[in-house]
């Protein structure tokens, strides 16, 4: 599977964007995904998943309430609306692809996409 997010890029402090994550695979809706962010310096953290089916979402506490993750199986594509950004949110955003058992917020999936940047200002 492979995956391709877009969407990144420069924001002010309280402005919105939407990141995108596309795979390759028609088996997309069998996949558990995850959206991860990795600031310099500092340990890749878990942002936002939800199930194979889209019936259950979970989130990091830091976002909950201003970030939404939504998928799509007709287009094979993942999404993670961000809005009220901070320039805490500032990182390269990765998403990730699972279809085995596991929970959400552990970063042990199996596929990875190249990830793209978010850099919000003050």
């Known amino acids: 599977v492979q995956l391709v997010e877009s969407g990144g890029g420069l924001v002010q402090a309280g402005g919105s964007l939407r990141l995108s994550c596309t795979a390759s695979r028609r088996t997309f809706s069998s996949y558990a995904m995850g959206w991860f962010r990795q600031a310099p310096g500092k340990e890749r953290e878990f942002v936002a998943g939800?199930?194979?089916?889209?019936?259950?979402?979970y989130y990091a506490d830091s976002v909950k309430g201003r970030f939404t993750i939504a998928r799509t199986s007709a287009k094979n594509t993942v999404y993670l609306q961000m809005n009220s950004l901070k320039p805490e949110d500032t990182a390269v955003y990765y998403c990730?692809?699972?279809?085995?058992?596991?929970?959400?917020?552990?970063?042990?999936?199996?596929?990875w996409g190249q990830g793209t940047q978010v850099t919000v200002s003050s």
């Open positions: 939800v199930t194979s089916s889209g019936g259950s979402t």
């Open positions: 990730a692809a699972r279809n085995r058992l596991g929970t959400l917020s552990t970063p042990d999936y199996d596929y």
